[in-house]
């Protein structure tokens, strides 16, 4: 169990490290990482500095606006 969370979160970090921010459609269509924000916990709990800004679009679906959570790595351990 603890060897899927690991690669979960070496997959985020090096996304985060490569283009700088991340997003939960991101996270699960290119990793299959569902609960992106745990991972982010566990990268903050590890000691790197992620900040994290709402995003507000319309759903392309519904027309309904929605709102999404974008994290962008501030600094690294």
């Given at each position: 169990?603890?060897?899927k969370?690991?690669?979960?979160?070496?997959?985020?970090?090096?996304?985060?490290?490569?283009?700088?921010?991340?997003?939960p459609?991101?996270a699960?269509?290119?990793?299959?990482?569902?609960?992106l924000s745990?991972?982010i916990?566990?990268?903050?709990?590890?000691?790197f500095t992620?900040?994290?800004?709402r995003?507000?679009?319309?759903?392309?679906?519904?027309?309904n606006?929605?709102?999404?959570?974008?994290y962008?790595?501030?600094?690294?351990?």
């Amino acid at each position: 169990m603890k060897e899927k969370k690991n690669s979960q979160k070496h997959y985020i970090l090096n996304h985060l490290r490569k283009y700088g921010s991340i997003n939960p459609m991101t996270a699960l269509r290119e990793y299959g990482v569902f609960r992106l924000s745990a991972r982010i916990k566990d990268l903050r709990d590890d000691g790197f500095t992620i900040k994290t800004k709402r995003v507000e679009s319309r759903s392309s679906l519904t027309g309904n606006f929605t709102s999404y959570a974008q994290y962008f790595l501030v600094t690294e351990v």
